[in-house]
């Protein structure tokens, strides 16, 4: 998750004007969601420097015309306006009202040239769209929240969008997914400018972990974007969705489409924001968890029934997108289960100490030995984690009582 130091180096040296690396601009509009406004406010605009948290300057500026209205109806008065921007080093926008509707000129503007004059861009959840509307994201990656990732792919279509990340950093401009996941990021820009202890220090303050493991696969939807409804590819999504206990590849998926397989990628990754195979590879996943919940298949059976040529296969690809075995997945979700309630699923609390692989070296390894394209049940480790790496805190394969999956035992 580091990022290089000389890019940082080279990042400081670009600077220019009476732009300072320890000053932090947040660019907050009307109708934004007041829990993603927060998170940069908390992270850069608390004095820490009592536990070990180097201080920021934070500067609250307006987009627009204030007072501006947020969640709940509350209305804020930023005390700067565009102009301070000029005097930042991070400017963070923290989410955007609506992903239809264009942000201000103005604020375009204000981007462009903090961008131009070495200032680093960072983007929080639906942020990413203010950025990509600059054509900041031109030709990089970047992600967004799951939900609107397919939007952001189909309206930007330079922006190289992966809804699988929690935070990508590119180095002078940053993107992270949804709500939480600007925490994360934001932890990530104090690891890089101060160091490992320093963001350590504040995950603690912030009772959080300094670093999650895995993305954004574990929360995402099996139903098709909202985009996709009228279009062709439609009804071959539907099929595959319909078919996942069959085992087909890309190249079938294409045929069904009467497209060849270069154009159907194309199609694909522009209405959905994710490459057909890893699409197929995450819904056959997601059907393995409800199978997991709510069946009494062996993990052997389950692997049949979602498509996966062998049960190897699958213990691979749901350990790389969850953080657990399968086996230990469905023993700490029965764990959970309540008496005589309904069942509560333990995807949104499996967490290992495993970084999340958001970084653009990271990503370009994780690329280049990515499966090829019949490969839908390739097994190997992710690039760069080791088999020990990958190992989730407790394999519960044995009886006793099951601990969720990177739960810590107490000392």
């Known amino acids: ?209 300094p670093r999650r493991s895995g993305g954004q696969e574990r929360y995402l939807d099996r139903s098709l974007p909202e985009e996709i409804g009228s279009d062709p590819l439609a009804e071959v999504v539907a099929w595959a969705l319909e078919h996942l206990h069959e085992q087909f590849d890309v190249e079938t998926l294409a045929a069904r489409a009467y497209m060849s397989r270069r154009t159907f990628d194309r199609r694909f990754r522009s209405l959905t924001g994710s490459a057909p195979l890893q699409w197929l590879i995450t819904q056959r996943v997601l059907q393995a968890q409800r199978l997991l919940e709510t069946s009494d298949y062996s993990v052997d059976e389950v692997a049949g029934r979602c498509g996966f040529r062998s049960p190897v296969a699958l213990r691979g690809h749901f350990r790389r997108q969850l953080g657990s075995s399968p086996a230990a997945y469905r023993a700490a979700y029965r764990a959970r289960r309540p008496q005589g309630g309904a069942l509560e699923s333990v995807t949104a609390v499996l967490e290992t100490s495993v970084p999340a692989q958001g970084t653009a070296s990271n990503r370009r390894a994780a690329a280049a030995a990515s499966p090829g394209p019949s490969a839908v049940a390739a097994s190997a480790p992710a690039p760069g984690n080791s088999p020990e790496s990958l190992r989730p805190a407790v394999e519960a394969d044995v009886p006793g009582r099951p601990t969720l999956p990177g739960q810590r035992s107490a000392p």
């Open 1 to 209: 998750m580091s990022q290089d130091s000389a890019t940082v180096t080279e990042a400081a040296r670009k600077l220019t004007g009476r732009r300072r690396r320890e000053v932090v601009a947040v660019l907050l509009f009307s109708g934004g969601p007041i829990f993603e406004s927060s998170i940069p406010l908390s992270v850069f605009g608390i004095d820490r420097q009592d536990a070990g948290v180097p201080r920021y300057r934070l500067l609250v500026c307006g987009g627009e015309e204030g007072p501006l209205r947020t969640t709940g109806g509350l209305e804020l008065t930023a005390p700067y306006g565009l102009e301070a921007i000029s005097r930042a080093g991070t400017v963070v926008v923290p989410a955007w009202r609506s992903i239809t509707s264009p942000p201000p000129a103005e604020a375009l503007e204000a981007l462009r040239r903090a961008h131009e004059e070495g200032a680093r861009i960072v983007g929080l959840c639906t942020g990413a769209f203010v950025l990509a509307a600059a054509g900041l994201l031109d030709g990089r990656p970047a992600t967004t929240h799951w939900m609107y990732a397919p939007t952001l792919a189909k309206r930007y279509p330079s922006v190289h969008v992966d809804p699988r990340e929690l935070f990508v950093d590119d180095g002078d401009v940053l993107t992270s997914a949804g709500t939480a996941a600007g925490i994360d990021l934001c932890l990530h820009i104090v690891r890089t400018d101060h160091g490992t202890e320093a963001a350590g220090a504040l995950a603690r303050r912030l009772v959080v972990p």
